[in-house]
């Protein structure tokens, strides 16, 4: 940094979690199970000293975060400006002069993204004001979207109901999906938004549950129905190993494990990806078994509601955002 810009101040923590809506407590609790040492909370903000990585309650990690004295609105924007091109505003206080920073900054576009759509290569750092005079700024976060939240361009028309929409973002983030050729095994797949997704991006779908699916789905050339239990269902049962397992059953989280457990040890060369419910109190060693899956990733999606995503990439980087074993 230039030397005429003010020095970093000096701080008690490394990391700043942004919590998922309404789930501020179970990303306390994560972070206190993993040994985190927890120094403020301001709102959704949660200041930490410990692991340097994301969790899985979060919505957004600030990776970097630095503090520093500004004297002016104009100092301020020069001083990010000179760190990087793109910031985000994540008002803490101070919120009209925080605007007034954001504005002198150069312009991003956030457009609705299509799917399927790679996630943004350039690096979009978060500032906010914890004081008049006191500049809160990280280049580097765990997301790559505003807050953690990418919007999507929605299809009100083609998908039997909104799940599709966490498939959509799930498989954004683990920056590869499906597609000709592939086979998916959609377990709990009624009335058929993961299928509709699958289908769409041309894989071949095995469809598994007690209920139907939409008749246009059920009749579609590619999906094959399978009527039955998804947690009884092994791979002896399918004419073809998958290449993809899915599921967005609702069942307590120990089952999803076991579930998680099985489809990961019989096809390990598999994309997995698994919602996993929470329902109540969040317990954080009950989730915390998932990652003891090798290359376990967790991650709460902005269209997740009380619930995580499991994601089990071998053949791809790590999920975008996503928690792992520290």
């Given at each position: 940094?230039?030397?005429?810009?003010?020095?970093a101040?000096?701080?008690?923590?490394?990391?700043?979690?942004?919590?998922a809506?309404?789930?501020?407590?179970?990303?306390?609790?994560?972070?206190?199970?993993?040994?985190?040492?927890?120094?403020?909370?301001?709102?959704?903000?949660?200041?930490?000293?410990?692991?340097?990585?994301p969790?899985?309650?979060?919505?957004?990690?600030?990776?970097?975060?630095?503090?520093?004295?500004v004297?002016?609105?104009?100092?301020?924007?020069?001083?990010?400006?000179?760190?990087?091109?793109?910031?985000?505003?994540?008002?803490?206080?101070?919120?009209?002069?925080?605007?007034?920073?954001?504005?002198?900054?150069?312009?991003?576009?956030?457009?609705?993204?299509?799917?399927?759509?790679?996630?943004?290569s350039?690096?979009?750092?978060?500032?906010?004001?914890?004081?008049r005079?006191?500049?809160?700024?990280?280049?580097?976060?765990?997301?790559?979207?505003?807050?953690?939240?990418?919007?999507?361009?929605?299809?009100?028309?083609?998908?039997?109901?909104?799940?599709?929409?966490?498939?959509?973002?799930?498989?954004?983030?683990?920056?590869?999906?499906?597609?000709?050729?592939?086979?998916?095994?959609?377990?709990?797949?009624?009335?058929?938004?993961?299928?509709?997704?699958?289908?769409?991006?041309?894989?071949?779908?095995?469809?598994?549950?007690?209920?139907?699916?939409?008749?246009?789905?059920?009749?579609?050339?590619?999906?094959?129905?399978?009527?039955?239990?998804?947690?009884?269902?092994?791979?002896?049962?399918?004419?073809?190993?998958?290449?993809?397992?899915?599921?967005?059953?609702?069942?307590?989280p120990?089952?999803?494990?076991?579930?998680?457990?099985?489809?990961?040890?019989?096809?390990?060369?598999?994309?997995?990806?698994?919602?996993?419910?929470?329902?109540?109190?969040?317990?954080?060693?009950?989730?915390?078994h998932?990652?003891?899956?090798?290359?376990?990733?967790?991650?709460?999606?902005?269209?997740?509601?009380?619930?995580?995503?499991?994601?089990?990439?071998?053949?791809?980087?790590?999920?975008?955002?996503?928690?792992?074993?520290?």
């Amino acid at each position: 940094m230039p030397s005429d810009f003010p020095a970093a101040l000096p701080i008690a923590y490394n990391v700043v979690h942004l919590a998922a809506d309404g789930h501020r407590q179970a990303l306390i609790d994560e972070l206190v199970h993993r040994g985190d040492r927890i120094v403020d909370a301001i709102d959704s903000l949660i200041f930490v000293h410990g692991t340097s990585g994301p969790a899985a309650w979060a919505r957004n990690s600030w990776l970097a975060p630095a503090e520093y004295r500004v004297a002016s609105i104009g100092e301020a924007a020069r001083l990010l400006a000179s760190v990087q091109r793109n910031w985000h505003l994540h008002s803490i206080s101070h919120h009209r002069r925080a605007r007034l920073i954001a504005d002198k900054l150069a312009p991003i576009r956030f457009r609705p993204l299509g799917f399927p759509a790679p996630v943004p290569s350039a690096p979009l750092g978060v500032f906010g004001l914890l004081d008049r005079d006191r500049l809160l700024a990280s280049p580097l976060c765990s997301s790559a979207f505003a807050d953690g939240r990418p919007v999507f361009a929605e299809d009100r028309e083609g998908p039997p109901n909104r799940a599709y929409l966490k498939l959509w973002e799930a498989l954004t983030l683990a920056r590869t999906q499906p597609g000709p050729g592939d086979v998916c095994l959609d377990l709990g797949a009624s009335p058929g938004g993961w299928t509709w997704v699958l289908n769409q991006l041309g894989a071949d779908v095995v469809a598994v549950d007690r209920a139907p699916l939409v008749p246009e789905l059920a009749a579609a050339p590619r999906v094959t129905t399978h009527r039955g239990d998804a947690f009884g269902l092994t791979v002896a049962d399918l004419d073809r190993r998958p290449d993809w397992i899915l599921s967005d059953l609702i069942a307590y989280p120990a089952r999803i494990l076991a579930l998680a457990r099985y489809w990961c040890r019989a096809c390990p060369q598999a994309g997995i990806v698994i919602t996993v419910k929470c329902q109540g109190v969040v317990d954080p060693a009950e989730i915390d078994h998932f990652l003891d899956i090798d290359n376990a990733r967790l991650r709460h999606l902005s269209a997740n509601k009380h619930e995580l995503t499991f994601f089990r990439l071998p053949d791809a980087g790590p999920p975008e955002g996503a928690s792992r074993r520290p």
